[in-house]
C-alpha cells in the first residue's frame, strides 16, 4: 500500500485481485471509457460552459429589457391623482406669503366676505 | 512531456499540454473508478455514467490545479456522482411505491439497487480466477458507504491517508477508523476465501 500503514496479507492480497480486476476490463468497457474520457477532453466539451454564458447574456439582458418597459409604460404604472396641486405651486406661495388673503381663504363665511367688500366699496364712494 | 506532479498551478502551461496530461491521468485512473463504481452501483451503465461525468467535471473545473490535486479531486467528484446516482434510486423507488397500482398490490416493493442487473464475470476474469474477485467485490458491496470507500481508495488506489481524507473530505482519524472497520469487516466475511 504506502508509508502510512503495514499491509498485512489479507490487504496485499485484496490491493492484488482489485488493481488486476481494473485491468482486466471487458474490450466494450475499455472503449467506453476510452470514449467517456475523449469526449471530457474534447474542447467542445471544455467550453460548453462559455457557450451558455454566450446564450445566457443577452437572454438575461432581453428579460431585464422587457421588465422595465412593462414597470415604466405597462398598466400598472401610477396615475395621476385627481386633484394634484403640483401646478399650482406659485399660487400657494403667494397665497402664504399675503396674510389678508390667506384668513380669507380660510373664511367659510363667503356670504359675509361679499357683504364686507360691498361695505367698503360702499364707503368708498361716500367717502 | 509529462508534468511532474507536486509542482505548482498548471497556468501557465500550454492547453494542449495539460490536456496531454489530463488525458494520461485519466487513462491511468478510469480502470480503477469503474471498478469503484460499479461495486457501489452494481450496474456497468451506471457505473460508466459515474465516471464520465467525474471526468467531465475534472476537465471544465479542475485541469488548471496542480496535478497532483487532480487524484483526490477525480475521487471526491466520483463519489458524489455515486451517491447522486443511489438517491435517485432511492427517490425512485419511493415513487413507485407510492403509485396506486403498486400500493394495493400487497407485495414488498423490491430495492432496485438488489433488483439491478448484476453482470456475470467476463471471459477474462474468468479465465483468471476472479470467483475471489466476485466474493470481494460483494462483500465490499455490503460495506457502510464511508468503510467501503476508504478501503478502495486505500487499498485498490492506493491513496495515502492524507490524500484519502481530501477524497472523502473528512479528516485523517476518520479515514483511519473507516479503513480499519472495513479490513475487520471483509477478513470476518471472507474468511472461508482468504485463510
Not at chain 1, 57 to 75: K, N, S
Not at chain 2, 25 to 41: D, H, N
Not at chain 2, 60 to 85: G, M
Request: overall charge negative; proline content about 5%; some cysteine.
Amino acid at each position: 500500500m504506502n508509508a502510512n500503514h503495514e499491509a498485512d496479507e489479507f490487504e496485499r492480497r485484496a490491493a492484488g485481485v482489485l488493481r488486476a480486476s481494473a485491468t482486466c476490463l471487458d474490450g466494450a468497457t475499455r472503449a467506453r471509457l476510452a470514449r467517456a474520457r475523449a469526449a471530457a477532453l474534447s474542447p467542445v466539451a471544455r467550453r460548453r460552459g462559455w457557450l451558455e454564458f454566450r446564450y445566457l447574456a443577452p437572454a438575461g439582458a432581453v428579460t431585464a429589457a422587457v421588465l422595465a418597459t412593462v414597470l415604466l409604460f405597462g398598466p400598472g404604472r401610477p396615475v395621476k391623482p385627481v386633484n394634484d396641486t403640483s401646478g399650482s405651486a406659485l399660487y400657494d406661495m403667494e397665497l402664504l406669503s399675503d396674510a389678508d388673503a390667506f384668513d380669507i381663504a380660510q373664511e367659510s363665511d363667503l356670504e359675509f366676505i361679499e357683504w364686507a367688500a360691498a361695505q367698503g366699496e360702499q364707503t368708498g364712494k361716500g367717502g | 512531456m509529462a508534468l511532474p506532479y507536486c509542482e505548482g498551478l498548471l497556468l501557465s502551461a500550454p492547453k494542449d499540454e495539460i490536456r496531454r496530461e489530463l488525458n494520461r491521468f485519466l487513462a491511468e485512473v478510469e480502470g480503477k473508478a469503474f471498478r469503484m463504481a460499479r461495486i457501489a452501483l452494481r450496474h456497468d451503465d451506471d457505473a460508466l455514467d459515474a465516471v464520465q461525468d467525474a471526468m467531465l467535471q475534472l476537465a471544465r473545473r479542475y485541469a488548471t490545479r496542480p496535478a497532483a490535486e487532480w487524484r483526490p479531486l477525480f475521487y471526491r467528484i466520483l463519489e458524489n456522482r455515486v451517491r447522486d446516482l443511489q438517491r435517485r434510486r432511492m427517490v425512485r423507488s419511493k415513487v413507485m411505491a407510492l403509485l396506486p397500482w403498486r400500493r394495493d398490490d400487497g407485495e414488498e416493493t423490491p430495492d432496485p439497487v438488489a433488483e439491478a442487473p448484476d453482470h456475470a464475470p467476463g471471459p477474462v476474469e474468468q479465465a483468471e480466477g476472479m470467483g475471489v474477485l466476485a466474493a470481494l467485490e460483494s462483500a465490499l458491496a455490503r460495506l457502510p458507504p464511508r468503510q467501503r470507500e476508504a478501503f478502495l481508495l486505500r487499498n485498490m488506489e492506493g491513496l495515502d491517508v492524507a490524500q484519502t481524507a481530501a477524497a472523502m473530505g473528512c479528516s485523517d482519524g476518520s479515514v483511519k477508523t473507516h479503513y480499519f472497520r472495513a479490513v475487520q469487516a471483509l477478513k470476518e466475511q471472507l474468511g472461508e476465501f482468504w485463510t
